[in-house]
Protein backbone atom coordinates (compact mmCIF):
# COMPACT_ATOMS: atom_id res chain seq x y z
CA UNK A 1 0.00 0.00 0.00
CA UNK A 2 1.00 3.39 -1.22
CA UNK A 3 2.06 5.73 1.68
CA UNK A 4 -0.62 8.41 0.20
CA UNK A 5 -3.25 5.90 0.45
CA UNK A 6 -2.53 5.00 3.99
CA UNK A 7 -4.25 7.03 7.20
CA UNK A 8 -2.01 9.83 7.88
CA UNK A 9 -1.69 10.90 12.02
CA UNK A 10 0.35 13.71 13.11
CA UNK A 11 1.95 12.82 16.84
CA UNK A 12 3.64 15.97 19.27
CA UNK A 13 6.64 14.70 21.43
CA UNK A 14 7.51 11.21 18.97
CA UNK A 15 11.31 11.42 19.90
CA UNK A 16 10.53 9.24 22.88
CA UNK A 17 8.32 7.84 25.32
CA UNK A 18 4.67 7.51 24.93
CA UNK A 19 4.32 9.42 21.72
CA UNK A 20 7.72 7.08 20.25
CA UNK A 21 5.50 3.84 20.95
CA UNK A 22 2.50 5.24 19.59
CA UNK A 23 3.98 6.03 16.62
CA UNK A 24 5.23 2.50 15.97
CA UNK A 25 1.88 1.60 17.79
CA UNK A 26 0.14 2.69 14.40
CA UNK A 27 2.93 2.71 11.97
CA UNK A 28 2.99 -1.04 12.30
CA UNK A 29 -0.74 -2.13 11.00
CA UNK A 30 0.76 -0.76 7.65
CA UNK A 31 -2.57 1.40 7.50
CA UNK A 32 -1.45 4.30 9.34
CA UNK A 33 1.51 7.16 8.01
CA UNK A 34 3.16 8.62 11.04
CA UNK A 35 4.21 12.23 11.03
CA UNK A 36 6.61 12.46 14.48
CA UNK A 37 6.58 15.78 15.05
CA UNK A 38 9.34 17.13 16.91
CA UNK A 39 11.60 19.69 18.29
CA UNK A 40 15.17 17.43 17.14
CA UNK A 41 14.71 15.67 14.42
CA UNK A 42 18.18 13.43 14.44
CA UNK A 43 16.55 12.37 17.48
CA UNK A 44 13.49 11.64 16.45
CA UNK A 45 14.74 9.57 13.05
CA UNK A 46 17.33 7.57 15.61
CA UNK A 47 15.19 6.76 18.12
CA UNK A 48 12.53 5.49 15.27
CA UNK A 49 14.75 3.47 13.63
CA UNK A 50 16.13 1.83 17.12
CA UNK A 51 12.12 0.99 17.65
CA UNK A 52 12.89 -0.53 14.24
CA UNK A 53 9.25 1.41 13.01
CA UNK A 54 9.02 0.54 9.30
CA UNK A 55 10.55 3.50 6.88
CA UNK A 56 7.56 3.42 4.38
CA UNK A 57 5.49 4.33 7.46
CA UNK A 58 6.33 7.56 9.25
CA UNK A 59 8.34 10.53 8.57
CA UNK A 60 9.87 13.11 10.75
CA UNK A 61 8.99 17.25 10.60
CA UNK A 62 9.93 19.79 12.59
CA UNK A 63 7.76 21.11 15.37
CA UNK A 64 8.93 23.28 18.52
CA UNK A 65 5.57 23.55 20.31
CA UNK A 66 7.30 26.55 22.74
CA UNK A 67 6.88 28.31 19.66
CA UNK A 68 3.96 29.91 18.29
CA UNK A 69 6.14 30.47 14.88
CA UNK A 70 7.33 27.25 15.05
CA UNK A 71 3.76 25.71 15.20
CA UNK A 72 2.76 27.91 11.80
CA UNK A 73 5.94 26.61 10.19
CA UNK A 74 5.09 22.57 11.20
CA UNK A 75 1.61 23.70 9.94
CA UNK A 76 2.57 25.20 6.18
CA UNK A 77 5.28 21.83 5.76
CA UNK A 78 2.46 19.51 6.31
CA UNK A 79 0.44 21.17 4.03
CA UNK A 80 2.88 21.22 1.49
CA UNK A 81 3.49 17.40 1.50
CA UNK A 82 -0.39 17.10 0.34
CA UNK A 83 -1.07 14.41 2.93
CA UNK A 84 -4.65 14.25 4.42
CA UNK A 85 -5.18 14.47 7.91
CA UNK A 86 -7.23 11.79 9.47
CA UNK A 87 -5.74 12.14 13.38
CA UNK A 88 -3.93 14.55 15.07
CA UNK A 89 -2.87 13.37 18.68
CA UNK A 90 -0.96 15.91 20.80
CA UNK A 91 0.94 14.06 22.99
CA UNK A 92 4.44 16.09 23.62
CA UNK A 93 5.07 17.75 27.42
CA UNK A 94 7.57 19.34 28.93
CA UNK A 95 7.44 18.81 32.83
CA UNK A 96 10.34 20.96 34.83
CA UNK A 97 9.84 20.13 38.51
CA UNK A 98 12.55 21.38 40.19
CA UNK A 99 12.74 25.20 38.97
CA UNK A 100 12.14 27.80 41.07
CA UNK A 101 12.29 30.87 38.76
CA UNK A 102 9.93 30.18 35.19
CA UNK A 103 11.65 29.39 32.04
CA UNK A 104 9.80 31.33 29.00
CA UNK A 105 9.30 30.55 25.81
CA UNK A 106 10.25 32.37 22.91
CA UNK A 107 6.89 34.01 22.90
CA UNK A 108 7.71 35.15 26.66
CA UNK A 109 5.21 32.78 28.62
CA UNK A 110 5.82 30.11 31.29
CA UNK A 111 7.36 27.18 29.07
CA UNK A 112 5.43 24.46 30.56
CA UNK A 113 2.03 26.29 29.75
CA UNK A 114 3.64 27.37 26.80
CA UNK A 115 4.51 24.05 25.77
CA UNK A 116 1.67 21.69 26.40
CA UNK A 117 -1.16 23.92 26.75
CA UNK A 118 -0.61 27.13 23.83
CA UNK A 119 1.04 25.35 21.41
CA UNK A 120 -0.79 22.69 21.22
CA UNK A 121 -4.38 24.89 21.72
CA UNK A 122 -2.75 26.82 18.77
CA UNK A 123 -2.05 23.44 16.28
CA UNK A 124 -5.34 22.38 17.16
CA UNK A 125 -7.20 25.17 15.69
CA UNK A 126 -4.48 25.44 12.12
CA UNK A 127 -5.41 21.85 11.99
CA UNK A 128 -9.11 21.77 12.74
CA UNK A 129 -8.99 22.56 8.64
CA UNK A 130 -7.42 19.94 7.33
CA UNK A 131 -9.19 17.52 9.75
CA UNK A 132 -12.37 18.80 8.57
CA UNK A 133 -11.32 18.82 4.70
CA UNK A 134 -10.68 14.89 5.46
CA UNK A 135 -12.20 12.73 2.84
CA UNK A 136 -11.71 10.25 5.92
CA UNK A 137 -15.16 9.23 7.37
CA UNK A 138 -13.56 8.92 10.74
CA UNK A 139 -11.42 11.46 12.35
CA UNK A 140 -9.91 12.27 15.28
CA UNK A 141 -8.10 15.31 17.85
CA UNK A 142 -6.59 13.04 20.78
CA UNK A 143 -5.37 15.07 23.54
CA UNK A 144 -3.13 13.10 26.86
CA UNK A 145 -4.48 13.85 29.85
CA UNK A 146 -2.65 12.60 33.67
CA UNK A 147 -4.07 12.01 36.63
CA UNK A 148 -1.96 14.42 38.55
CA UNK A 149 -4.47 16.75 37.39
CA UNK A 150 -7.54 14.99 38.31
CA UNK A 151 -8.66 15.37 41.71
CA UNK A 152 -11.31 12.97 41.22
CA UNK A 153 -8.91 10.09 40.42
CA UNK A 154 -6.49 8.58 43.19
CA UNK A 155 -3.03 9.54 42.08
CA UNK A 156 -4.36 13.48 41.43
CA UNK A 157 -5.76 13.27 45.31
CA UNK A 158 -2.08 14.19 46.16
CA UNK A 159 -1.54 18.38 47.06
CA UNK A 160 2.07 18.42 46.16
CA UNK A 161 2.99 21.17 44.93
CA UNK A 162 -0.54 22.14 45.44
CA UNK A 163 -3.40 20.88 43.38
CA UNK A 164 -4.30 22.01 39.91
CA UNK A 165 -6.27 25.50 40.23
CA UNK A 166 -6.47 27.81 37.01
CA UNK A 167 -8.63 30.23 39.43
CA UNK A 168 -10.20 33.17 37.47
CA UNK A 169 -7.25 33.16 34.88
CA UNK A 170 -5.89 36.19 35.97
CA UNK A 171 -2.56 35.27 34.88
CA UNK A 172 -3.81 34.64 31.11
CA UNK A 173 -6.31 37.82 31.33
CA UNK A 174 -3.14 40.29 32.17
CA UNK A 175 -1.68 38.65 29.39
CA UNK A 176 0.81 35.92 30.91
CA UNK A 177 4.36 37.68 29.99
CA UNK A 178 6.99 38.70 33.23
CA UNK A 179 6.47 38.89 36.08
CA UNK A 180 3.12 36.64 35.62
CA UNK A 181 4.13 32.88 35.21
CA UNK A 182 1.53 30.71 36.22
CA UNK A 183 -2.70 30.95 35.29
CA UNK A 184 -4.18 32.17 37.94
CA UNK A 185 -1.75 34.99 38.39
CA UNK A 186 -0.22 33.60 42.22
CA UNK A 187 3.25 32.81 43.14
CA UNK A 188 5.29 30.17 40.44
CA UNK A 189 5.27 26.37 41.51
CA UNK A 190 6.82 24.85 38.68
CA UNK A 191 5.07 21.30 39.75
CA UNK A 192 1.80 23.03 39.70
CA UNK A 193 2.60 24.80 36.45
CA UNK A 194 2.60 21.47 35.05
CA UNK A 195 -0.55 20.13 36.40
CA UNK A 196 -2.42 23.51 35.46
CA UNK A 197 -1.00 23.06 32.00
CA UNK A 198 -2.54 19.35 31.60
CA UNK A 199 -6.00 20.53 33.05
CA UNK A 200 -6.03 23.07 30.15
CA UNK A 201 -5.33 20.31 27.70
CA UNK A 202 -8.53 18.90 29.48
CA UNK A 203 -10.43 22.04 29.38
CA UNK A 204 -9.77 22.64 25.73
CA UNK A 205 -10.96 18.65 24.41
CA UNK A 206 -14.15 19.67 26.08
CA UNK A 207 -14.69 22.63 24.40
CA UNK A 208 -13.40 21.08 20.61
CA UNK A 209 -16.21 18.89 21.25
CA UNK A 210 -18.78 21.26 22.46
CA UNK A 211 -17.59 23.52 19.40
CA UNK A 212 -17.01 21.17 16.56
CA UNK A 213 -18.27 17.79 16.71
CA UNK A 214 -21.81 17.95 15.70
CA UNK A 215 -20.72 20.18 12.62
CA UNK A 216 -17.75 18.21 11.73
CA UNK A 217 -18.09 14.62 13.37
CA UNK A 218 -14.78 15.16 14.17
CA UNK A 219 -14.32 12.72 17.37
CA UNK A 220 -11.88 14.83 20.18
CA UNK A 221 -11.06 12.84 22.94
CA UNK A 222 -8.83 12.58 25.95
CA UNK A 223 -6.75 9.60 27.71
CA UNK A 224 -4.62 8.66 30.54
CA UNK A 225 -2.75 5.52 29.32
CA UNK A 226 -1.60 4.96 33.03
CA UNK A 227 1.53 5.74 35.17
CA UNK A 228 4.27 5.29 32.70
CA UNK A 229 6.81 5.75 35.58
CA UNK A 230 9.72 5.82 33.56
CA UNK A 231 8.80 7.91 30.73
CA UNK A 232 11.80 10.09 29.87
CA UNK A 233 9.07 13.40 31.00
CA UNK A 234 10.74 12.50 34.20
CA UNK A 235 14.25 13.21 33.25
CA UNK A 236 14.28 16.64 34.41
CA UNK A 237 13.35 15.34 38.17
CA UNK A 238 15.99 14.07 40.67
CA UNK A 239 17.77 11.09 39.85
CA UNK A 240 16.86 9.46 42.73
CA UNK A 241 13.10 10.21 41.97
CA UNK A 242 13.95 8.47 38.45
CA UNK A 243 15.28 5.71 40.25
CA UNK A 244 12.78 5.08 43.03
CA UNK A 245 9.35 5.97 41.35
CA UNK A 246 9.08 2.89 38.90
CA UNK A 247 10.17 0.71 41.66
CA UNK A 248 7.55 2.70 43.54
CA UNK A 249 4.70 2.23 40.98
CA UNK A 250 5.64 -1.09 39.92
CA UNK A 251 5.85 -3.17 43.96
CA UNK A 252 3.82 -0.63 45.90
CA UNK A 253 1.04 1.05 44.14
CA UNK A 254 0.59 -1.87 41.30
CA UNK A 255 -0.23 1.60 38.97
CA UNK A 256 3.13 0.49 36.57
CA UNK A 257 2.50 0.85 32.81
CA UNK A 258 5.09 0.20 29.94
CA UNK A 259 6.11 3.09 27.36
CA UNK A 260 4.87 0.24 25.08
CA UNK A 261 1.62 -0.47 26.61
CA UNK A 262 0.59 3.13 26.95
CA UNK A 263 1.74 3.98 23.08
CA UNK A 264 -0.64 0.49 22.50
CA UNK A 265 -3.15 2.42 24.30
CA UNK A 266 -2.90 5.65 22.61
CA UNK A 267 -3.22 3.91 19.21
CA UNK A 268 -6.31 2.25 20.19
CA UNK A 269 -8.08 5.80 21.18
CA UNK A 270 -6.68 6.72 17.37
CA UNK A 271 -7.99 4.18 15.83
CA UNK A 272 -10.40 1.39 17.40
CA UNK A 273 -14.25 1.49 17.18
CA UNK A 274 -14.83 1.62 20.50
CA UNK A 275 -13.37 5.00 20.99
CA UNK A 276 -15.65 6.56 18.37
CA UNK A 277 -17.57 8.41 20.39
CA UNK A 278 -16.45 11.86 21.45
CA UNK A 279 -16.24 13.85 24.81
CA UNK A 280 -14.65 11.53 26.55
CA UNK A 281 -11.60 11.15 28.86
CA UNK A 282 -10.49 7.40 28.66
CA UNK A 283 -8.68 5.60 31.31
CA UNK A 284 -7.14 2.45 32.35
CA UNK A 285 -7.43 3.30 36.10
CA UNK A 286 -4.23 3.29 38.42
CA UNK A 287 -4.10 -0.03 39.32
CA UNK A 288 -3.04 -2.21 36.62
CA UNK A 289 -3.90 -5.40 36.48
CA UNK A 290 -3.99 -7.88 33.64
CA UNK A 291 -5.92 -6.79 30.61
CA UNK A 292 -6.94 -4.41 32.54
CA UNK A 293 -10.03 -2.71 30.34
CA UNK A 294 -10.67 0.94 29.23
CA UNK A 295 -13.54 3.22 30.93
CA UNK A 296 -14.93 6.37 30.56
CA UNK A 297 -13.02 8.49 33.42
CA UNK A 298 -15.09 11.35 35.60
CA UNK A 299 -13.54 14.60 35.12
CA UNK A 300 -12.09 17.47 37.91
CA UNK A 301 -15.44 19.75 38.86
CA UNK A 302 -12.84 22.51 36.94
CA UNK A 303 -12.25 20.46 34.31
CA UNK A 304 -16.19 20.24 33.63
CA UNK A 305 -16.85 23.50 34.14
CA UNK A 306 -18.03 24.64 30.80
CA UNK A 307 -17.87 28.75 31.60
CA UNK A 308 -14.41 28.09 32.25
CA UNK A 309 -13.54 25.60 29.06
CA UNK A 310 -15.16 28.75 27.01
CA UNK A 311 -13.02 31.44 29.00
CA UNK A 312 -9.84 29.87 28.90
CA UNK A 313 -10.64 29.45 25.22
CA UNK A 314 -11.31 32.84 24.60
CA UNK A 315 -7.80 34.05 26.25
CA UNK A 316 -5.89 31.50 24.64
CA UNK A 317 -6.84 32.14 21.18
CA UNK A 318 -6.03 35.84 22.21
CA UNK A 319 -2.36 34.80 23.60
CA UNK A 320 -2.25 32.61 20.59
CA UNK A 321 -3.21 35.46 18.19
CA UNK A 322 -6.08 34.07 16.79
CA UNK A 323 -8.31 36.95 18.33
Not at 86 to 113: I, W
Not at 140 to 148: D, E, S, Y
Request: with cysteine.
Amino acid sequence: MEANHKSTVIITGASSGVGLHAAKALAKTGEWYVVMACRDLAKAEKAAQELEIPKDNYTVMQLDLASLESVKKFVNTFRQSGKSLQALVCNAAVYLPLLKEPMRSTDGYELSVATNHLGHFFLCNLMLEDLKQSPATDKRLVILGTVTANPKELGGKIPIPAPPDLGNLQGFEQGFKAPISMINGEKFKSGKAYKDSKLCNVLTMRELHRRYHKSTGIVFSSLYPGCVADTPLFRNHYPLFQKIFPLFQKNITGGYVSQHLAGERVAAVVKDSEYKESGMYWSWGNRQKKDRKSFVQEVSDEASDDDKAIKLWELSSKLVGLS
